[in-house]
């Protein structure tokens, strides 16, 4: 138990996480039983006593100080309340005493400098939990899944490119799936509607476990759920599952259509690019949960895996022209032919290392792999193009 207060004015207090320890605490996060949680300094000693400052904190205030968005003295001097807590607590008797003070009337020998920030890896969102989203599935009778990448930050936070990139592709890749399980399988064109408006995806929250997106079936003004969305869920689950297993995972990617293949590919390059593994959940009120995990080892061995198998969509080409654009760090590269002509893309495997060091201006010859795309709501046409090799012409 936290010494400071044994009762009122703000209740037993005890430490939740001691940021800062020089013979004690300095720089702390404590709580009483109701769950109100403070931000404690440690300002003054003398031959008396100790003093301390006590700041209220709101969850998302909590958040913030620790993560490192907001700063000490920022907690103090901004305080939600407009208030904060001096705490005396006396050597000899042990006993307390705590008076209210405006944060204007802080001393400034008490304030500690801007610089006293603390940066940890916070939970900002709800912790995510598999029984909890089990429960909500039977209280709300009806299917969830949860869909985990890897934290790229010290907040429960994501790129909104980054996100909105892998969520469009796991829509895309149960669109295709759908297609399949109603065997209307097709590489051009749009999707069918039917397919689109039974597979299709809603958006419910995002949880905190690296980072978690929950989404159900999308249902509007329908009574019932439409299974058509979980059964390809289900098969996806089942393919993201195979990754641990070579053979299985060779034989679940030959089963599957040009275009599905191309998706989960597709799917696949995005999480190697941030660096991601991903989790799937799913859980129905009837019937028992299932996960299936995607490390990021198993995201490059799958993605070789399906690059090996080819597609008929997929051709190998060669360039020889003026590199206009590289970046190393993104992997991204631009080349003009000698007719003019621009080829864009992402540089994969060695080639992806070479770009490193090659002057924007200078001639080369690049080996392509161009893959034709359609879009799944427009069937619009579109070409993909891979750098496999580079080297001066």
């Known amino acids: 138990m936290f010494p400071l207060l044994p009762d009122e004015p703000l209740g037993q207090l005890s430490i939740d996480e001691a940021l800062v320890e020089v013979d004690g605490p300095r720089l702390f996060t404590c709580s009483n039983r109701t769950g109100q949680r403070f931000v404690g300094l440690f300002v003054d000693e003398n031959d008396e006593g100790e003093t301390y400052l006590l700041a209220a904190v ?7 100080f620790r993560s490192g968005l907001v700063d000490a003295r920022t907690v103090l001097l901004e305080q939600e309340e407009g208030h904060v807590y001096e705490v005396q607590r006396a050597h000899a008797s042990g006993g307390t005493t705590v008076r209210r003070i405006a944060v204007g009337n802080i001393p400034e020998q008490w304030l500690p400098p801007a610089s006293l ?9 709800d912790h995510f939990s598999l029984a909890a989203l089990q429960q909500r599935s039977l209280a709300e009778r009806r299917t969830l899944a949860s869909i985990e990448l890897d934290g790229s930050g010290l907040r429960t936070e994501y790129p909104l490119r980054t996100l909105g990139t892998v969520l469009q592709l796991v829509q895309d890749n149960i669109y295709s799936i759908a297609q399949e399980i109603r065997e209307v399988a097709t590489f ?5 509607q039917g397919i689109l408006d039974e597979a299709e995806l809603t958006f419910v929250e995002t949880m ?4 978690v997106v929950v989404v159900t079936p999308r249902v509007d003004n329908q009574l019932v759920e439409m299974p058509l969305a979980r059964q390809s869920i289900q098969r996806f689950l089942d393919l993201l599952r195979s990754a641990t297993d070579a053979a299985a995972l060779g034989r679940e990617i030959a089963r599957l259509h040009t ?3 191309s998706r989960l590919r597709e799917l696949l390059e995005e999480l190697d690019e941030v660096g991601s593994g991903v989790r799937l959940d799913l859980v129905t009120p009837s019937l028992p949960s299932q996960s299936a995990r995607v490390t990021r080892t198993q995201v490059r061995s799958t993605l070789r895996a399906i690059r090996e198998l080819g597609s008929d969509q997929t051709e190998r080409m060669s360039i020889t022209g003026l590199l206009v654009g590289a970046n190393a760090r993104t992997h991204v590269f631009e080349l003009q032919d000698d007719s003019g002509s621009k080829f864009s893309g992402r540089a994969i495997g060695t080639a992806a290392a070479a770009l490193q060091g090659l002057r924007i201006g200078d001639r080369y010859t690049g080996v392509l792999l161009r893959e034709i795309l359609v879009e799944a709501l427009t069937g619009e046409v579109r070409h993909k193009y891979q750098l496999i090799e580079i080297d001066p012409a």
Request: no cysteine; net charge positive; hydrophobic share 30%.
């Open 58 to 64: 709101s969850p998302d205030r909590h958040g913030a």
């Open 117 to 125: 920030r603390i940066a940890l890896p916070t939970e900002t969102r």
């Open 188 to 192: 051009a064109g749009p999707i069918q």
């Open 208 to 211: 905190a476990a690296s980072f």
């Open 259 to 261: 275009r599905s293949r």
